[in-house]
């Protein structure tokens, strides 16, 4: 195991224990921007590590399911403030951080995505701009663009953002889980 790396995942459900039977660590957020965030930092700060890999699952209606997408550009899809004249995305008064986090693409052949951020689940369609969505990313993105740690993320696409999303992505976490370790064995 590189020590230069840290894996973070939002639930053991997303990783369904293949990782640690393969002896690769998983720091575990829990659900949502703000337990990301909380757990990107004490991550980052336990392991000083320069990299952190987030690889979770996201809902897109714009990306087959079942497919790798590589996030390289971060937004929040919940944080509206537009009655007070701000466009939907932007957090007021945060000129330290943009509303879009961008990061550097780490794989050439994977698809890229705009992951929109959101502490809900979604089953429509986004306020903002937007391919696939998750809960966790955008608070990953920027604790680490804070911190100056280098955030490559990658999803699986388990559902596509609908009616249905509930149901599929629960169905679709093994299948995700094995294609994830695959990629992460091949690369780190």
């Known amino acids: 195991m590189n020590a230069d790396i840290a894996l973070i995942m939002a639930l053991p459900n997303e990783s369904k224990g293949l990782f640690e039977q393969a002896g690769i660590e998983v720091h575990y957020s829990g659900i949502g921007k703000i337990n990301a965030a909380f757990k990107a930092f004490e991550v980052i700060q336990k392991t000083g590590c320069k990299t952190l890999i987030n690889l979770g699952s996201a809902g897109s209606s714009h990306f087959d399911a079942h497919s790798l997408v590589e996030v390289i550009t971060f937004v929040q899809r919940d ?50 701009s937007c391919n696939l969505v998750d809960m966790e990313a955008y608070a990953l993105a920027k604790v680490c663009q804070k911190l100056g740690v280098r955030l490559i993320s990658v999803k699986y696409i388990t559902d596509g953002a609908n009616d249905t999303a509930h149901l599929d992505w629960e169905e679709n976490l093994l299948l995700g889980a094995q294609k994830l370790l695959a990629l992460y064995q091949a690369h780190f």
């Open 79 to 128: 944080m509206d403030v537009s009655p007070l004249g701000f466009a939907v995305g932007v957090t007021p008064m945060d000129d330290e951080i943009p509303a879009e986090i961008h990061t550097q693409p780490h794989f050439e052949l994977l698809p890229k995505g705009i992951c929109g951020t959101g502490d809900s689940f979604e089953t429509g369609i986004p306020k903002i």
